[in-house]
Structures are given as C-alpha cells and as structure tokens.
C-alpha cells in the first residue's frame, strides 16, 4: 500500500523542492506517494487569463444525427477496397 504523506505549510512553501524531499528520504522504493496538501494550500493560477485562448469547433447537430450512417458507408467502402486487392487478407486468398 502506497505511503500518506502530510506535509506542513512550510515543508509545503514549494511543492516541487518537496517531491524531491521525499526521494532523498527513501519514498521512491514505494513506486507512489500520497501527498494531501496541508489545510488551506492553493495551487497558484498558471495560465495568463489575458493571452490564454482555447480553439472552438463548430460541430452541426445534423452531423451528430447522420454519424451512424456515415459511419457504416466508411465500413462498406474499406471492405470495398480491401476485397479489390488480390491477396488481401479480407478476401480468403
């Protein structure tokens, strides 16, 4: 069973400088650590809110309604093509 580590706000003051605490302390032979944050910690905000932008995708509900069919045609060409080829594994030869 993995360790349950607990550190103190100040052990805590860098977590990364602590993750490598705990090596040196011999934790690694366990493989995993549990590590609860102690009360009240809060992970600084990493991203910048004014430059940060994330890419949208326009997806048409019609689209979501055909995509079995669509789906099933993208099948019966595969087979298609495959069945076309001599030798193919699809075809028994």
Known sequence: MAPTLR???????CPLSYIR???QQGYHKYGIVKIVPPQGWRP???INKET????TRVQSIN??????????????FSKK???????SQIDGD
């Open 63 to 76: 689209e979501l309604q055909r995509r079995h069919i669509i789906a099933a045609k993208s099948q019966a």
């Open 52 to 55: 940060f932008r994330f890419n």
């Open 7 to 13: 550190p103190t706000a100040l052990e805590f003051e």
């Open 21 to 23: 605490s705990i090596r």
């Open 44 to 46: 600084p905000f990493a």
């Open 81 to 87: 093509v495959c069945f076309s080829f001599p030798g």
